[in-house]
């Protein structure tokens, strides 16, 4: 095929689209409020799972050591647990420091002093990112080090570990159906918008036709039409969600500060917004494709 | 060239509108396709164009069976025809030049040569002064001539037209018929409907004509 007819029939679309700048900007929108509607649940589930990654505390393992764990065997396994998957961060606490704690959490040192020998272990605290690995993984890491030698016995909570990923994955699930429900509502906007320009044109289509004209002479401007409007109505969906994080972060950021903490947005990121371009570009395409195709069944049958 | 051997149309629960058609035209050859209407003047061309389907017969253009192509070679046939219809079928919110450029743009041509053969088609039908003028702005003539410059752009070896003077005065159809005659002379095989006697009898071309279906013999020696 010619580059030259390609051309040719990019500058026709493009012209076409700038010939009727109400009916463009009123379909792009459309479809940018289409699209901008499941991106932006996906960045509030990103900003949630960014939110819910900070809860470190409550995904804790407490690993209580025999009494008589030989340093070098504390040593082993402090390094092996500062390099398990998802682990946050490693804290030793020693007997000393353990009793100390307990002592001042509970108020009980009368109590114990009349033990005449400090019961309580030495320990380590671990602290985990509750998203960084499936909750079933999270239980195999800890079986395995509540088998190191050094260790007595293992403590931890993960059923709220795997709630809260069940109910994430129950979240993008559903933003998922949704994504692919407005997918198919962008495809049927841009089928809907191209009859209506197959329709101002069929004149144009069917004299084309008598004269030799191939499907993919008459398709290539209305592919190409389909396909800009989509790009640009990726571009516009990106900007609806970037003012959107841009609105938003002023009341979270007043929020964040009242929990003493502070928290940052996620909008999307260069590479997300390129794909969302490319995809809406792809949607607007296959709208085109559909309804030119229905089209050119009749005229060339 | 052209060879209908035996073609029947009919449409599904209607009359047939052609009945065993032989008609033979050599390459070069100009005739004239009359009848009343409703013969089946129009249909013998849409067969020719492949607008429609034989339904019994063989319909062969340069010895190749038309009705044997397949839908996506259709195009590729239809670019070795020109065709003038009645009512011109042009765009009207197209200047002329681009009327007329939109055979060649269909075949593929680069814009520079779209440029020098849609002048010379315009000069060749008296149009070179108006090839930025929208049809509308053009006679019932002019637009006519529109209609067979985009016809004969890209030299076609068969030329058909569909009552191409049906809505012109005497002095109009008269043009636009020596029109057809001067491509003939430059070796177009050219194929006219018209109801015009006064034409027919004027031109003296072999004349097939067309009766309810029926084609008769052309009269010998007018040629």
């Known amino acids: 095929m010619n580059l030259h007819m390609r051309l040719e029939a990019a500058q026709n679309a493009l012209h076409t689209l700038l010939r009727q700048p109400a009916a ?24 949630l799972q960014q939110l819910l990654g900070h809860w470190r505390d409550q995904a804790q393992v407490s690993l209580f050591l025999h009494r008589d764990a030989s340093a070098a065997d504390i040593e082993r396994l402090q390094a092996l647990l500062e390099h398990g998957a998802g682990v946050a961060s490693v804290r030793y606490v020693g007997k000393t420091a353990a009793l100390r704690e307990f002592e ?9 002093q009349t033990l005449g020998e400090n019961p309580l272990p030495a320990s380590f605290v671990v602290e985990l990112n509750p998203l960084a690995q499936s909750p079933g993984a999270l239980r195999t890491l800890v079986a395995r080090w509540g088998q190191e030698p050094a260790v007595a016995s293992a403590q931890s909570d993960l059923r709220w570990v795997a709630r809260l990923q069940a109910i994430l994955a129950l979240g993008k699930r559903a933003v998922w159906m949704l994504a692919g429900l407005l997918a198919v509502g962008a495809v049927l906007v841009m089928g809907n918008t191209i009859r209506l320009h197959i329709a101002q044109r069929r004149d144009e289509i069917d004299i084309a036709s008598l004269v030799g004209a191939t499907r993919a002479f008459i398709r290539r401007p209305f592919l190409y039409q389909g396909l800009f409007q989509g790009a640009i109505a990726g571009v516009l969906a990106w900007v609806i969600i970037a003012v959107t994080v841009s609105v938003l972060q002023g009341p979270v950021d007043h929020l964040a500060g009242l929990y003493g903490t502070q928290f940052h947005l996620l909008g999307l990121s260069s590479g997300q917004g390129l794909i969302l371009i490319a995809a809406s570009a792809l949607l607007g395409w296959l709208g085109s494709r559909l309804a030119v195709g229905r089209h050119l069944d009749h005229t060339f049958s | 060239m ?20 032989n008609l033979h035209m050599r390459k070069g050859e100009m005739a004239l396709l009359t009848g009343p209407s409703g013969a089946g003047k129009s249909t013998l061309l849409k067969l020719l164009l492949r607008l429609e389907e034989v339904s019994h017969g063989t319909l062969r253009v340069n010895g190749v069976d038309v009705s044997t192509f397949k839908h996506r070679h259709i195009p590729a046939y239809r670019r070795r025809i020109g065709v003038v219809f009645q009512d011109h079928k042009l765009l009207m919110d197209r200047d002329v030049f681009s009327n007329v450029a939109l055979t060649l743009r269909v075949g593929g041509l680069s814009g520079r040569q779209i440029q020098s053969r849609v002048r010379a088609a315009l000069e060749k039908v008296g149009l070179g002064n108006r090839a930025q003028d929208l049809p509308a702005t053009l006679s019932g003539g002019e637009q006519q001539r529109v209609g067979i410059a985009r016809a004969i752009v890209h030299t076609p070896e068969i030329l058909l037209a569909d009552e191409p003077t049906g809505n012109l005065d005497d002095a109009l159809s008269t043009e636009i018929l020596d029109l057809f005659r001067d491509f003939h002379y430059h070796g177009t095989t050219v194929l006219v409907a018209t109801h015009d006697q006064s034409q027919v009898d004027r031109l003296g071309l072999p004349v097939f004509h067309l009766e309810r279906g029926r084609l008769h013999i052309p009269e010998e020696g007018k040629a």
């Open chain 1, 24 to 47: 463009t900007l009123m379909t792009v929108l459309a479809l940018a409020i289409v699209l901008a509607l499941p991106v932006g649940l996906f960045a509030a589930l990103n900003n």
């Open chain 1, 104 to 112: 001042h959490n509970a108020g009980m040192a009368a109590a114990i």
């Open chain 2, 2 to 21: 052209i060879e209908f051997i035996n073609v029947t149309k009919h449409y599904p629960g209607r009359h047939h509108v052609l009945r065993e058609v």
